[in-house]
């Protein structure tokens, strides 16, 4: 080939891999994509994540995520699955508001809602969730930095993540409520951690103005809820959340419910079924794995995503209930 073609044939390889390179790289220089958001009461804002798991299709973004703005300033109710996804969040509530973020409300130490949270740190913010949270993500946080670097190709050092430094305390008596108040300007937001329901470390926010509840994974809605915690905590829960004078409930999945006991009867009936027939499988002698290919399988066939969870259920409520009194 002659050097004058070799010369052409090299620059124009170079120009291919500098607009490649360029191309890879304007994602990262330039303004995030917002989240599509819905206002669904006055001053409440709600981004939908899509009713699958957390994987590299759908970008990690599968958990419903919340913000209140109030006169003062604005809170966050979960910050997303990756810290891209929590980027284009933020740049969805700047889109409608420009008041300062005043306080992340962290709901669980589960990725698929917090490990946006390094997108909102700042001096002026202030982190929040239950006193159980901290130690919960300094567990697990190896695990889901080695998932984002392998499913997602997201390097994300130990250092980058962010904990809480406001503690909500649970009740020592699970009958009982503790609450602590936030104000954001003539709205405040109550917000409550439970004891060992869905996870040992579950915060809900209800604001007043609206009497809407961000139930968070609490409530499954649609998605077949997920045990990490324990089940009869669990439905020892459902009750009192079902009290709570809540106008609209936002679940941590699936579309927002309005209030009031319905919302949750669907989740109960699942739970009920999974405590009864995982019970009757231990009485009757099973093992584990007799117990995973039978135990409230009728129940389950009712909810997206049972396939990937339910089996999983299972073991944990066969762990749970196999040495209880």
Same mark, same amino acid.
């Given at each position: 080939?002659?050097?004058?073609?070799?010369?052409?044939?090299?620059?124009?390889?170079? =120009?291919?891999?500098?607009?490649?390179?360029?191309?890879?790289?304007?994602?990262?220089?330039?303004?995030?994509?917002?989240?599509?958001?819905?206002?669904?009461?006055?001053?409440?804002?709600?981004?939908?994540?899509?009713?699958?798991?957390? +994987?590299?299709?759908?970008?990690?973004?599968?958990?419903?995520?919340?913000? #209140?703005?109030?006169?003062?300033?604005?809170?966050?109710?979960?910050?997303?699955?990756?810290?891209?996804?929590? =980027?284009?969040?933020?740049?969805?509530?700047?889109?409608?508001?420009?008041?300062?973020?005043?306080?992340?409300?962290?709901?669980?130490?589960?990725?698929?809602?917090?490990? %946006?949270?390094?997108?909102?740190?700042?001096?002026?913010?202030?982190?929040?969730?239950?006193?159980?949270?901290?130690? =919960? +993500?300094? =567990?697990?946080?190896?695990?889901?930095?080695?998932?984002?670097?392998?499913?997602?190709? #997201?390097? +994300?050092?130990?250092?980058?993540?962010?904990?809480?430094?406001?503690?909500?305390?649970?009740?020592?008596?699970?009958?009982?409520?503790?609450?602590?108040?936030?104000?954001? %300007?003539?709205?405040?937001?109550?917000?409550?951690?439970?004891?060992?329901?869905?996870?040992?470390?579950?915060?809900?926010?209800?604001?007043?103005?609206?009497?809407?509840?961000?139930?968070?994974?609490?409530?499954?809605?649609?998605?077949?809820?997920?045990?990490?915690?324990?089940?009869?905590?669990?439905?020892?829960?459902?009750?009192?959340?079902?009290?709570?004078?809540?106008?609209?409930?936002?679940?941590?999945?699936?579309?927002?419910?309005?209030?009031?006991?319905?919302?949750?009867?669907?989740?109960?009936?699942?739970?009920?079924?999974?405590?009864?027939?995982?019970?009757?499988?231990?009485?009757?002698?099973?093992?584990?794995?007799?117990?995973?290919?039978?135990?409230?399988?009728?129940?389950?066939?009712?909810?997206?995503?049972?396939?990937?969870?339910?089996?999983?259920?299972?073991?944990?409520?066969?762990?749970?209930?196999?040495?209880?009194?």
């Amino acid at each position: 080939m002659p050097t004058a073609t070799l010369h052409r044939l090299a620059a124009t390889l170079l =120009a291919a891999a500098a607009l490649h390179a360029a191309a890879q790289a304007q994602p990262v220089g330039a303004d995030p994509t917002p989240l599509a958001v819905t206002e669904v009461a006055p001053g409440v804002h709600v981004h939908a994540g899509r009713v699958e798991d957390w +994987m590299p299709g759908n970008g990690g973004d599968v958990a419903n995520l919340g913000f #209140v703005v109030g006169s003062r300033c604005v809170a966050v109710i979960d910050t997303g699955g990756t810290p891209q996804l929590g =980027a284009r969040w933020r740049a969805a509530i700047e889109r409608v508001t420009r008041l300062p973020i005043c306080f992340v409300f962290d709901t669980h130490a589960h990725p698929d809602h917090v490990l %946006g949270n390094s997108a909102f740190a700042g001096p002026g913010t202030r982190f929040v969730a239950s006193a159980n949270f901290n130690a =919960a +993500m300094s =567990a697990r946080a190896p695990y889901f930095l080695r998932a984002l670097e392998r499913d997602f190709g #997201v390097s +994300m050092a130990p250092d980058a993540v962010v904990y809480p430094t406001l503690a909500v305390e649970a009740a020592q008596d699970p009958t009982q409520d503790a609450t602590q108040e936030f104000d954001l %300007g003539d709205r405040v937001l109550v917000a409550q951690a439970w004891p060992t329901a869905h996870t040992n470390n579950d915060l809900t926010v209800y604001d007043r103005k609206t009497r809407t509840l961000f139930a968070s994974d609490l409530l499954f809605v649609q998605h077949i809820p997920v045990v990490d915690g324990n089940v009869r905590g669990w439905l020892r829960a459902l009750p009192r959340l079902a009290r709570i004078d809540a106008a609209l409930v936002v679940p941590g999945h699936g579309p927002t419910r309005s209030g009031g006991p319905d919302a949750w009867k669907p989740q109960q009936e699942y739970l009920e079924a999974l405590q009864r027939e995982t019970r009757a499988a231990l009485k009757s002698g099973k093992t584990l794995s007799q117990a995973v290919d039978s135990v409230a399988l009728e129940a389950a066939s009712h909810w997206q995503l049972a396939e990937r969870f339910h089996r999983r259920n299972v073991t944990a409520a066969f762990a749970e209930l196999e040495w209880e009194d």
